[in-house]
């Protein structure tokens, strides 16, 4: 595995901006998470890395060596797409043992064999092996798509939005096989997704991009408890944090624009009359869909489950402040 460095790394179509001024650093055997919205600059800073792309301006460095003149082969990535891109003709063996069979690589046929039945038990799919790739259901296949990248042993593992075809449940426990896939190879991994609860839950390091820019990188949970501004704040977390005015509930810093509200951090029983709108039964929890003066913000119901149309009191507790720009204060 090798350490992935981007220093300035800036890349447009025309006017339009893909990335700018992007500075990141993948660390060897860490799980970064790119995320943000349709047309952030997620995918193209995978493209760049790959070397699909070449940039406009700045560098990359994989391994400690400056890629941005190679091709994709010399530089060693290995990419995984929301598609599984797989040949439906060949078994899952034939898939998995086709990137070892490219000249330029001249794998022998032991070592081939070899790979193809290590992999297949990290996937835990050796009894699949021998199956036409159209045998095989949705998170199969993603599974077989994932194994061709792991089979080549690669020095950073790219992947776009590989979960995002599949239906929930699977989504939710292919999330916790490529986090114990990426702790038994250490590998070294770029994941990118519009999706916060896969953020949240594999990530190393999350990076937050807005229109091209790295707005802000950190833990999960640093992003999430300390975000930079109220675009990063409003990208994690479920339900989303309550924006207000910044004078609706209570007297506000100077040069306080927003007053940012998790939901859990609103005290139900005293304070400001607000009332309920609408009741969420969700299992684990129960959402409250208030509505205090003319606006909607949402929170946690404790105990007690009031009633649609009911009157409760709330109260702030722990508010995060931004600024006109949506800087944090």
């Known amino acids: 595995m090798a350490e992935v460095h981007l220093r300035n790394v800036t890349k447009h179509y025309g006017r339009d901006v893909g990335v700018e001024h992007i500075d990141l650093t993948v660390e060897d055997g860490g799980f970064v998470v790119l995320l943000g919205p349709t047309g952030a600059g997620k995918t193209t800073t995978l493209r760049l890395i790959a070397g699909l792309e070449r940039a406009d301006a700045g560098t990359v460095h994989i391994g400690?060596?400056?890629?941005?003149?190679e091709t994709p082969a010399q530089r060693d990535v290995a990419m995984v797409f929301q598609q599984y891109s797989l040949y439906p003709h060949m078994t899952v063996r034939e898939n998995l043992a086709f990137p070892l069979k490219s000249p330029i690589l001249k794998t022998p046929k032991a070592e081939i064999d070899r790979k193809v039945a290590e992999v297949a038990e990290v996937l835990r799919i050796p009894h699949k092996l021998d199956n036409k790739a159209t045998a095989?259901?949705?998170?199969?296949?993603?599974?077989?798509?994932?194994g061709?990248?792991?089979?080549?042993?690669?020095?950073?593992?790219?992947?776009?939005?590989p979960l995002s075809s599949l239906d929930a449940k699977l989504r939710s426990d292919l999330r916790v096989e490529l986090k114990r896939i990426h702790a038994e190879l250490r590998a070294t991994l770029l994941y990118v997704t519009h999706d916060?609860?896969?953020?949240?839950?594999?990530?190393?390091?999350?990076?937050v991009l807005d229109r091209g820019r790295l707005v802000q990188v950190g833990t999960p949970r640093e992003v999430y408890e300390d975000p930079a501004s109220a675009y990063v704040a409003a990208r994690l977390g479920s339900p989303r944090i309550n924006l207000l005015p910044a004078g609706l509930m209570d007297d506000a810093p100077p040069g306080a624009h927003v007053m940012g509200l998790r939901p859990e951090h609103i005290a139900i029983g005293q304070g400001h009359e607000a009332q309920v709108a609408r009741v969420e039964h969700l299992g684990d929890q129960t959402r409250l869909h208030l509505k205090l003066a003319d606006h909607d913000l949402v929170t946690l119901a404790d105990d007690r489950i009031p009633n649609v149309g009911e009157t409760i009191r709330i109260a702030p507790r722990n508010p995060l402040w931004f600024a006109e720009t949506g800087a944090r204060l």
């Not at 400690?64 to 003149?69: D, F, I, L, P």
């Open 148 to 161: 061709r990248a792991l089979v080549r042993d690669p020095a950073i593992f790219l992947m776009d939005e």
């Open 196 to 207: 916060q609860v896969e953020a949240m839950t594999m990530a190393s390091k999350i990076g």
């Open 64 to 69: 400690g060596r400056e890629v941005s003149s």
């Open 136 to 146: 095989l259901s949705g998170g199969e296949m993603q599974r077989v798509s994932i």
